[in-house]
């Protein structure tokens, strides 16, 4: 089987000579299943490679982008009345154009025991260039910002789904499982900071430093790669630096500056995984949904606010580890003792694993064994939502969690899922 598409999509809110985008696809399929040589091996119920090729575009940004515009603002009066003076207020950019995603895909489907099992594997790569995308410009221009094409982003990963039907006749079971990883880097960062030896590093991801401990009184700190620093403040490891023409050099050089800001994770997952069972016995029916996300990190602003005792009036208190800071008569506390450190930013102590598994959802329902003239089913269920968290993360909700600001490094939690319970009661007329 084979299939193909070809779209000619124009928008206006591009550039003029860059309004139409041309965005073809295709596919080819081979039902091998089909085929004499696969039945006689007497295994698969079905069988079918999949092979296809995209591009799709993407316009997804406010109107007149690339125009320059013109507004008016008050700036003062004469007399009794208001001035009100027309100026530029956007530069535009006469080379806005869309955003371009090419994707390739190899995919295997099959079934076998009579198709109670069934499977899908696929394989991808996805690559995205001109990303659309806001940057600051020079105050000096007369303008703050400007939308323009820059930047592209690489993704690829397998995706995994099996359905079987476990047990079928009075009591019935049947499951879905589905798994993906997922990898993603820049491929051009379009000017974006990033840390030296991590130039193709992931999107969005945490760069920091690396903690080493806390710096004690009996340390030679005026020696060391952090001569600003006081006891009781993290000392952060000194892992790369700059040869004798300033280049880059992943060795220590006895200077603690943003060269030594490492990659500490991503706060993508890598893996996403859900889990789903239904169950059935005369009139009776259970399901549930577990749902995992991992290999992905969070830096925890709040626990780094609520463990430093400077912030005690400021926040109201501080969290229990907060109160076993560092101090000259404690001085095997991991906890620093809270004065505003010369160096730092996001830093490995405070970069958490996000990874976790929830329980999502539980029904149990029952259909009523009778009918009556007005009615013709009934059944009256329990529904519970986010039942059940399993994580090391020790904010809030590893979920709902913001995600770093590469610029501030702040992170901070909003409120978890709500825990839900309902009963309820349907009819059918």
Not at 16 to 40: D, L, R, T, Y
Not at 111 to 118: D, E, H, K, T
């Amino acid at each position: 089987m084979v299939t193909g598409s070809f779209r000619y999509d124009g928008s206006s809110k591009f550039a003029e000579g860059h309004k139409w985008g041309f965005f073809p696809s295709g596919a080819f399929a081979w039902k091998m299943g089909n085929e004499q040589f696969i039945k006689n091996l007497h295994v698969f119920n079905d069988l079918k490679l999949r092979l296809s090729y995209g591009k799709t575009g993407n316009q997804a940004i406010g109107s007149n982008n690339s125009q320059p515009l013109l507004g008016s603002t008050q700036i003062g009066t004469i007399g009794d009345a208001r001035v009100f003076p027309i100026g530029p207020t956007s530069p535009g950019n006469k080379d806005l154009r869309w955003e371009k995603t090419t994707q390739q895909n190899i995919g295997l489907d099959f079934g076998v025991w009579n198709n109670r099992i069934s499977v899908s594997i696929d394989y991808y790569k996805t690559v995205t260039t001109d990303l659309l995308l806001g940057f600051q410009i020079p105050s000096t221009s007369g303008f703050s910002s400007i939308v323009k094409n820059a930047g592209a982003i690489q993704n690829n990963g397998v995706e995994l789904s099996l359905n079987s039907q476990n047990f079928i006749g009075k009591f019935e079971w049947s499951t879905n499982f589905n798994i993906a990883y997922n990898k993603n880097k820049w491929k051009d960062r379009a000017g974006l900071p990033f840390a030296p030896e991590e130039e193709f590093g992931p999107v969005r991801g945490i760069y920091g430093y690396i903690v080493d401990g806390i710096w004690q009184s009996s340390d030679n700190i005026a020696n060391s790669s952090q001569p600003l620093s006081k006891p009781g403040q993290f000392r952060f490891r000194d892992v790369n630096g700059r040869d004798t023409k300033n280049q880059f050099i992943a060795t220590p050089d006895g200077k603690l500056n943003s060269d030594d800001r490492v990659l500490l994770g991503s706060t993508f997952p890598k893996t996403t995984m859900g889990l789903t069972n239904n169950f059935a016995y005369k009139n009776f029916g259970l399901n549930f949904f577990i749902q995992g996300l991992f290999g992905f990190k969070i830096y925890n602003q709040a626990k780094a606010s609520f463990e430093n005792p400077y912030n005690f009036l400021t926040l109201g208190g501080i969290s229990k580890e907060g109160t076993n800071f560092w101090t000259s008569n404690n001085t095997g506390s991991l906890v620093p003792s809270g004065q505003a450190n010369s160096y730092g930013g996001v830093n490995s102590v405070y970069v958490e694993d996000g990874d976790f598994v929830r329980l999502r959802n539980i029904n149990l329902s029952y259909r009523l064994p009778f009918k009556a003239a007005w009615f013709q089913s009934a059944n009256v269920y329990i529904n519970l939502d986010n039942v059940l968290l399993v994580t090391k993360y020790s904010g809030l909700d590893p979920e709902t969690a913001n995600p770093v600001n590469t610029k501030s490094g702040s992170e901070s939690d909003v409120y978890p899922n709500v825990k839900t319970y309902s009963l309820g009661f349907n009819i059918n007329f």
